[in-house]
């Protein structure tokens, strides 16, 4: 059984940031004393041995770092991550071994293994949509970053959008732009993108004075067939302006604002999230929105694994979602 | 300087692909006595040692092949031709390199040299649309095969799309819905798209005894703006049915013609080409389309890279690109 960084973390009683800064051994890193004193301990006792180390003593050459994928094929998301992941990991002198599963776990086993046996520095393992997720058992076997996901009880440390500033800053954009009565259009599918997204447009009206209105708050398929399908009971509802869950339910609201003759914004100001490029940049406006950071997600997962960003104490990181200004608000 | 099949090719007067199946020892290849013993020679002379032996003799180990695109975090055209690659070299114990250059010429010759000194077996070197290119110099060392994309002269062994038989597959659609005055809007860029979809679609109006109109043919961005501007001209031209460049223009063309309070398909017909899904299956109405073969390219470069299609004596392997039917006819 490989001793990974979660290992130590626990036997120490630290996270794993922590012993990834005292096992890099990061000039700039506060690590107090004893934390430190602690995760060496641990580590002697264990004997753990970052692979980066055991390979370049042993043989040279290049050091890998591994990143598992789903849906590389049907979304662009997938591809930012692994380009902010390769971007980071060859600045720092290593390779990047992406493996593309489309949701397979036989080819995810296959390609953690093919993974290890390269002697991989760690493995970033990401989902091209944030959520909880089971980790495969082999990533026991070596030093794991999540990136867009995350464990049951932070079990493994993890890089993911901040969903609440996000969805704050959508419904600030809005308040921005003179609107009072906004509507929120919600996924149906339970995830932190359903919940965290809610409590930004809370906070957002609740910091500009606005009373929670719970009956401009709805629910649709997170796609344009919802976004098209709920555009009656937004417009019902009276809201001068919608938020909408994401930028493909926005371009359906598009399609039902339209068809009813309704302009955008002057009858009806649309905001999305995601920026999903090929819909949000090319909308009849172009939509406004708040993008998902994916590249930056990619890059903090390398950054995580080398233990090269300042400790926070935490294993969970959020990376910032920035609004994207268009011409529809 | 390394030897490839490239210079084998060359010395024995033969396709590239006829030497990956005589040193690839096929058993089904159909290769002439003459034409391997001329291949045998020139491997014998030159001393072309295909890296994958190399490797397995000297150190044992996995054997990769190395895969560089560009627009991997853009678009999911790269994500697609991943897929296929990795699921194919995979399938024959090759672990798949993947580099991702954003079309960035630095980053592309770290990309090239990283390779080289993992020993692949070979790289494809992918581009996210169709064309023609300039093959990096370091891609000489290795044999390379080009996936959607070619050099002039067919210097490389490449694996494109038929855009002449998608061009043609997609007015066959709208011919065989009842149109036969029917627009193609062709994007202003120079490219193989462009000459090959509307050869297809002079071969498709020919078979089917409709006389070709030269003011029936309209030049646009190919973007959802460009669709949207050529709309009033393209319902001008009395066309029932539009077949539009790629499935961005149709975008803008639902535009114009919601616009003007048209209806798809029973005030005009409208096909797409690339089958980008995002934008495609979500139309309203969804939109009929020609995919863009991206899985299959990917595949079909890692067999020929490997010799395992059979030998058609030519360097360019064209991959069909099929009807995907839904609503928009």
Redo the contacts between chains.
Sequence with gaps: MSITMRDVARAAGVSVATVSHVVNDKPGARIGEDARRRVLAAVAELGYRPNALAKTLSQG??RFIGLVAD??????F???I??GA?DEA?RHGY??????T?GNAA?EN?AIA?ML??QVRGILYSTWYHREIDVPTPLQHTDTVLVNCFAADDAYPAVVPDEEQGGRTATEELIAAGHRRIAFVNTTSPSPAQTGRLAGYRSALEAAGIRYDDSLVFAADS???GG?AVTKAVIASGASGVFCHND?VA??VY?GL??RGLRIPEDMAVMGFDN????AA???PPLSTVALP??ELGAAGVRTLLGLDPDTGTDRVLVACPSIPRASL
């Design positions: 050459g290049s849906a590389i094929a049907t979304t662009p997938a591809g930012q692994i380009h390769q060859w390779v990047l071994l992406v493996a593309n489309e080819v296959d093919m046996e390269h796609a344009q067939e098209f493909r371009m359906g399609d339209r068809e999903q490029d090929v819909i090319h909308l009849r994916h590249y």
